[in-house]
């Protein structure tokens, strides 16, 4: 079982950073892969970027080289760091923590993006 934690949501101007974390508890936090999830009112919840284990990522197109994820497996944490961010990011963050056919989720932190 893995409980998450997300933190670091606000409100931010357009063109700000923001830094999103996610503390995992349970055990073998370092052979999850983690995820970061976001839901915008009214739409579907979306996928905004991966790590593996390996710690390789993969990113949804429309945050490339605006957003960057990264773990620290000393202290169960993931981070998603959020430059230039625009009012079309705003959204509930999920933390998401999958392995083999287990899916964790947090309960969101809320970012709020003014134009």
């Known amino acids: 079982q893995v409980q998450l934690v997300e933190s670091g949501g606000g409100l931010v101007q357009a063109g700000g950073s923001l830094r999103l974390s996610c503390a995992a508890s349970?055990?073998?936090?370092?052979?999850?892969?983690m995820g970061w999830y976001r839901q915008a009112p009214g739409k579907q919840r979306e996928l905004v970027a991966t790590?593996?284990?390996?710690?390789?990522?993969t990113y949804q197109e429309s945050v490339k080289g605006r957003f960057t994820i990264s773990r620290d497996n000393a202290k169960n944490t993931v981070y998603l760091q959020m430059n230039s961010l625009k009012p079309e990011d705003t959204a509930v963050y999920y933390c998401?923590?999958?392995?083999?056919?287990?899916?964790?989720w947090g309960k969101g932190t809320l970012v709020t993006v003014s134009s």
């Open positions: 998401n923590a999958r392995r083999y056919a287990m899916d964790y």
């Open positions: 349970g055990s073998f936090f370092s052979t999850y892969t």
């Open positions: 790590i593996r284990s390996s710690s390789s990522s």
